[in-house]
């Protein structure tokens, strides 16, 4: 089993800013413009070849980024959504915010996902559905596509259901050798502090859309037909424009791009890194399947970002979820839950008439996950104290 020696400190995420996120600042500040400006023009260019998309657009949130990415497909008032219940509050927030309804969807037990066939099911029980949201949960993307059989994709396009991913955890991931955000109607990656890369807070829709895309970026700068940097660049007076739409203020400024292009160049490495983390974690804690569940994995190892590696305590566990979480605290180490599912959050709750008997496998998952940390360029030895520290807590 191993005794721990000496007690670390070891966070649930930690940033990496090594490479040239300063440089990059320093231009910022010199240039005397901190707003949108050349360098979220810049990411959004690099963001769109990095994930071969035709259109990618720089946003101040991922919860920005599913806002527009919404509107833009059409959704309105009265109007309902397919989404996983495992998943941030963002994900549903932004359906309430125009005014349309969310319909929880249960999830594969071990990934978290939508499945074709769990989607099949919620098309047979609500057929006036027209929109989902997939979440590819973990950096592990969902079955968009299939060689052979019902993919999600196949489904939708057959009911006239139009897709919104939610790819907050999946930058840089894969499904069938595409690259999350190279596809579909509209893709939205989040940027915040702990995520893949990060730009502090910020986001990006990518699509392969036009129209989405002129009408997200319309949108994110108050309707506005002319973008800031185009009206103080272009031939035209600074001061023309038109107000099409009684749009948002959510745009990323040029300092929080910085940043980005920094994370940008290393994306790959520390995909590269956490997965390491990930192979760790798999094998040193091998011993204890009787007690956790391990990720379901679908993809190549390389296919998948690897932004969380989520376990669930099974009920022959010596301890609760809550009980491991608080033991892990006490070592020091930091540790996460993703999710508490929506439907048992007290708004939703409160709003809608929610079973949780039709969620069994969101149920099962949240009666154990917890989230262990996974970041690039943990030393071995921060790992070898968590796994001791997990067989520790876990020893019968």
Same mark, same amino acid.
């Given at each position: ?7 670390? $400190?070891?966070?649930?995420?930690? &940033? ?10 320093? /231009? ?7 707003? $949108? ?29 599913? %806002? ?22 963002? $994900? ?16 594969? +037990? ?18 006036? &559905? ?5 979440? %590819? ?14 993919? *999600?994709?196949?489904?939708?396009? /057959? ?14 991931? #894969?499904?069938?050798? #595409? ?16 995520? =893949? ?9 990518? =699509?392969?859309?036009?129209? *989405?895309?002129?009408? &997200? ?33 959510? @745009? ?6 910085? *940043? ?23 094998? %040193? ?18 296919? %998948?970002?690897?932004?969380?590696? $989520? ?35 007290? +708004? ?12 069994? @496998?969101?149920?099962?998952?949240? @009666?154990?996950? &917890? ?7 943990? #030393?071995?030895? /921060? ?7 997990? #067989? ?5």
């Amino acid at each position: 089993m191993g005794e721990v020696s000496r007690k670390m $400190t070891i966070p649930f995420a930690r &940033v990496p800013m090594a490479g040239n996120e300063l440089k990059y600042i320093d /231009e910022v500040l010199k240039s005397g413009w901190l707003t $949108t400006a050349s360098k979220a023009r810049e990411l959004e260019e690099r963001f769109a070849d990095y994930v071969h998309a035709p259109y990618a657009c720089a946003v101040n949130s991922g919860t920005s980024a599913l %806002h527009l990415g919404l509107e833009a497909l059409g959704v309105g008032p009265g109007d309902k959504v397919f989404l996983p219940s495992m998943t941030f509050t963002a $994900t549903a927030e932004v359906i309430r915010y125009l005014q349309a309804d969310p319909v929880f969807l249960d999830v594969e +037990y071990g990934s978290n996902l939508i499945t074709p066939e769990i989607l099949e099911s919620a098309i047979r029980m609500h057929p006036d &559905v027209r929109y989902l949201i997939v979440v %590819h949960y973990g950096g592990q993307a969902a079955q968009m596509f299939s060689k052979d059989g019902k993919s *999600i994709t196949s489904l939708c396009k /057959e009911h006239d259901i139009k897709i919104l991913e939610d790819a907050a955890h999946a930058f840089p991931s #894969k499904i069938e050798d #595409k690259m999350v955000g190279s596809y579909g109607d509209a893709t939205c990656f989040s940027f915040y502090a702990n995520k =893949t890369i990060t730009t502090g807070e910020g986001g990006m829709l990518t =699509t392969v859309d036009e129209e *989405i895309f002129n009408r &997200v970026r319309m949108m994110r700068l108050h309707g506005i037909d002319r973008d800031i940097w185009n009206r103080y660049t272009d031939n035209k007076p600074s001061w023309e424009y038109d107000v099409k739409a009684p749009g948002y203020k959510y @745009n990323m400024p040029d300092i929080n791009a910085a *940043i980005g292009l920094a994370q940008i160049e290393k994306a790959e490495e520390f995909r590269r890194e956490r997965q390491k983390v990930a192979e760790y974690y798999l094998k %040193h804690l091998s011993s204890l399947q009787h007690v956790l569940d391990f990720p379901l994995i679908h993809v190549p190892f390389e296919h %998948h970002s690897w932004h969380l590696f $989520t376990v669930v305590l099974t009920q022959k566990a010596p301890v609760s979820r809550n009980q491991f979480i608080e033991r892990m605290a006490e070592a020091g180490i930091g540790t996460s839950v993703h999710y508490k599912p929506l439907h048992r959050m007290t +708004y939703y709750q409160r709003t809608y008439p929610l079973v949780a008997e039709n969620l069994r @496998n969101t149920e099962k998952t949240w @009666n154990g996950n &917890v989230s262990l940390p996974i970041f690039p360029f943990m #030393k071995e030895e /921060e790992l070898e104290y968590i796994c001791t520290n997990i #067989k520790l807590i876990l020893s019968l």
